[in-house]
């Protein structure tokens, strides 16, 4: 098995496919323990429909790169999302459902009307679920993903210890002069650009897990901010090689997102039983 | 120049007042207790002279060298923290980070008066414990070393007590009464227990349907003294 996986590994696209994905798993780790805390765990969710929608858009407009529609798109959606948050008159879980349910039934609805190819339930089925999308990449795409991955990580370094301060107390940290709203600004640019990233891997109904799975299962062992945050980081990254490699190694052809949720499942109970003993003794 | 005076400010939510012609001033080491019935206000008014929100009219001014950002602040707790996994030396080192800017981490000093505030609140055994697996007693010491961390001027203090057995609350109360008298800092304390405010507070605020603003003394003298049969 190992010589087969070697075997694979001389081909360009499955070195793609992993560096893509670990990267991706990286990113969309870091950001996990925020969106949980903040009750916005479906957040990933929503905004992967609005760039379905968005996806689907640009395709029905004939525009050939649609990151340049995506993108914007869902960075806008992430902000009206996040601003509303605690004061808003429809709340942050029903303005992310009506956002999300609205725009994967638009983005259905457009690609059926002005459907150019002749396997529109073959491509929404790619889109959904990132079946294959990931073992089609570019050389482009691959540097592209991984120049905005070295972006996201070092922008969550470099405000770590403002997003700490205004996931935990919000309240505290603008009333002491940390400019709240800017950073939640940021933290929702950031998680916007992870999605658009992340559809490639999963596609957009399986973003969530990617998000909230590793940031669960640190929760789960680890009491520090810090090490959560670093324990969830290093679980994504090794769910997402180990289940990349399963799905190309796999005799049927396992479609590599829902084998990385999988393996991201596996874990979280691994986790959640660690904690659970820990507790005991 | 008192530290922080409000001016005739009218407080309400969506064009609703519930509040009006409101106007106090703090000075330099006063202990106030604003009081007052459920749903008067009370909460809003922190808000308001937190700069959290702003007021349908009137305004708050800081002076005597207090700027608006070095308010100490001590929440009343959120659903949020309480399963949020962090240490209490982050919590702690967090109350700094108003001074921050864009500095992305703190720097040395800023290490060494969380470690300070630490020790004060006595809680420097527990700076790696899990903030959650705390009991309320100690959660509020770290919240109250945090905000010494913001501030060594004033700290308003959102109903510290609520939720602490008698015994804490009571420690509660004399290490506040402590950080007032010792270490010269101005304490707003908003309360539901009027007789832990009379015994410690020198100026009491009563807000409601109507007003009451003055020292403890002229409080007790007041109407709402004589309704307690406190002459």
Not at chain 2, 23 to 31: H, I, Q
Not at chain 2, 54 to 69: C, E, H, I, Q, R
Not at chain 2, 172 to 194: A, E
């Given at each position: 098995?190992?010589?087969?996986?070697?075997?694979?590994?001389?081909?360009?696209?499955?070195?793609?496919a992993l560096i893509v994905g670990i990267l991706i798993a990286l990113c969309s780790s870091l950001l996990g323990v925020t969106l949980v805390l903040k009750?916005f765990s479906f957040i990933g969710d929503g905004l992967s429909h609005v760039a379905f929608?968005?996806?689907?858009?640009?395709?029905?407009?004939?525009?050939?790169?649609?990151?340049?529609?995506i993108m914007?798109?869902t960075i806008?959606?992430a902000?009206?999302l996040l601003?509303?948050?605690?004061?808003?008159?429809?709340?942050?879980?029903?303005?992310v459902?009506?956002?999300?349910?609205?725009?994967?039934?638009?983005?259905?609805?457009?690609?059926?009307?002005?459907?150019?190819?002749?396997?529109?339930?073959?491509?929404?089925?790619?889109?959904?679920f990132g079946?294959?999308s990931i073992?089609?990449?570019?050389?482009?795409?691959?540097?592209v993903c991984i120049i905005l991955s070295v972006i996201v990580v070092f922008a969550f370094i470099?405000f770590y210890?403002?997003i700490?301060?205004?996931t935990?107390?919000?309240?505290?940290?603008?009333?002491?002069?940390?400019?709240?709203?800017?950073?939640?600004?940021i933290i929702a640019i950031i998680i916007a650009v992870i999605i658009v990233l992340a559809m490639n891997l999963v596609g957009s109904l399986l973003i969530s897990a990617l998000v909230i799975f590793p940031a669960l299962s640190a929760m789960?062992?680890?009491?520090?901010?810090?090490?959560v945050t670093i324990c969830s980081a290093c679980l994504s990254v090794v769910c997402a090689a180990l289940g990349i490699?399963?799905?190309?190694?796999?005799?049927?052809?396992?479609?590599v997102g829902s084998t990385i949720v999988a393996v991201d499942i596996?874990v979280f109970?691994?986790?959640?039983?660690?904690?659970?003993?820990?507790?005991?003794? | 120049?008192?530290?922080?005076?409000?001016?005739?400010?009218?407080?309400?939510?969506?064009?609703?007042?519930?509040?009006?012609?409101?106007?106090?001033?703090?000075?330099?080491?006063?202990?106030?207790?604003?009081?007052?019935?459920?749903?008067?206000?009370?909460?809003?008014?922190?808000?308001?002279?937190?700069?959290?929100?702003?007021?349908?009219?009137?305004?708050?001014?800081?002076?005597?060298?207090?700027?608006?950002?070095?308010?100490?602040?001590?929440?009343?707790?959120?659903?949020?923290?309480?399963?949020?996994?962090?240490?209490?030396?982050?919590?702690?080192?967090?109350?700094?980070?108003?001074?921050?800017?864009?500095?992305?981490?703190?720097?040395?000093?800023?290490?060494?008066?969380?470690?300070?505030?630490?020790?004060?609140?006595?809680?420097?055994?527990?700076?790696?414990?899990?903030?959650?697996?705390?009991?309320?007693?100690?959660?509020?010491?770290?919240?109250?070393?945090?905000?010494?961390?913001?501030?060594?001027?004033?700290?308003?203090?959102?109903?510290?007590?609520?939720?602490?057995?008698?015994?804490?609350?009571?420690?509660?109360?004399?290490?506040?009464?402590?950080?007032?008298?010792?270490?010269?800092?101005?304490?707003?304390?908003?309360?539901?227990?009027?007789?832990?405010?009379?015994?410690?507070?020198?100026?009491?605020?009563?807000?409601?349907?109507?007003?009451?603003?003055?020292?403890?003394?002229?409080?007790?003298?007041?109407?709402?003294?004589?309704?307690?049969?406190?002459?």
């Amino acid at each position: 098995m190992f010589d087969q996986l070697v075997g694979y590994l001389q081909y360009p696209f499955v070195r793609y496919a992993l560096i893509v994905g670990i990267l991706i798993a990286l990113c969309s780790s870091l950001l996990g323990v925020t969106l949980v805390l903040k009750r916005f765990s479906f957040i990933g969710d929503g905004l992967s429909h609005v760039a379905f929608g968005a996806m689907a858009v640009a395709a029905v407009a004939g525009i050939t790169n649609d990151m340049l529609v995506i993108m914007p798109v869902t960075i806008i959606s992430a902000v009206l999302l996040l601003r509303t948050g605690s004061n808003a008159r429809i709340k942050g879980d029903a303005a992310v459902a009506m956002i999300s349910v609205g725009a994967l039934a638009i983005g259905y609805l457009l690609m059926n009307i002005f459907s150019t190819s002749s396997n529109v339930s073959g491509d929404v089925c790619t889109t959904l679920f990132g079946s294959t999308s990931i073992l089609t990449l570019t050389e482009l795409e691959v540097w592209v993903c991984i120049i905005l991955s070295v972006i996201v990580v070092f922008a969550f370094i470099i405000f770590y210890n403002k997003i700490f301060s205004v996931t935990f107390d919000e309240n505290f940290a603008s009333a002491t002069g940390t400019k709240s709203g800017v950073y939640n600004l940021i933290i929702a640019i950031i998680i916007a650009v992870i999605i658009v990233l992340a559809m490639n891997l999963v596609g957009s109904l399986l973003i969530s897990a990617l998000v909230i799975f590793p940031a669960l299962s640190a929760m789960r062992v680890f009491k520090s901010f810090k090490s959560v945050t670093i324990c969830s980081a290093c679980l994504s990254v090794v769910c997402a090689a180990l289940g990349i490699i399963i799905s190309i190694i796999a005799p049927n052809g396992a479609p590599v997102g829902s084998t990385i949720v999988a393996v991201d499942i596996v874990v979280f109970f691994i986790f959640w039983l660690i904690g659970f003993i820990k507790e005991r003794v | 120049m008192a530290q922080l005076s409000c001016q005739n400010l009218t407080l309400g939510y969506e064009g609703k007042e519930i509040l009006s012609g409101l106007s106090f001033e703090v000075n330099s080491g006063d202990y106030l207790c604003i009081v007052g019935e459920n749903g008067s206000g009370k909460s809003t008014l922190m808000r308001t002279v937190l700069g959290l929100k702003k007021p349908m009219s009137g305004k708050v001014v800081t002076g005597d060298g207090l700027s608006a950002n070095e308010i100490g602040y001590l929440p009343q707790q959120t659903l949020v923290q309480r399963d949020f996994p962090a240490s209490v030396r982050e919590i702690v080192i967090s109350g700094n980070q108003g001074r921050c800017g864009l500095r992305p981490f703190y720097n040395k000093s800023e290490k060494q008066l969380a470690l300070e505030n630490m020790k004060k609140m006595g809680i420097e055994d527990l700076k790696n414990r899990c903030y959650r697996e705390l009991s309320g007693g100690q959660q509020q010491r770290v919240l109250l070393a945090r905000a010494l961390c913001a501030t060594r001027k004033m700290l308003l203090l959102d109903e510290p007590v609520a939720g602490l057995d008698p015994k804490v609350t009571a420690d509660m109360y004399s290490l506040i009464d402590g950080l007032n008298k010792k270490d010269k800092i101005t304490i707003i304390m908003i309360s539901h227990d009027l007789d832990a405010a009379l015994r410690y507070a020198s100026h009491i605020l009563h807000i409601g349907s109507d007003i009451f603003f003055g020292t403890r003394d002229e409080y007790l003298k007041s109407r709402f003294g004589a309704e307690r049969g406190l002459v």
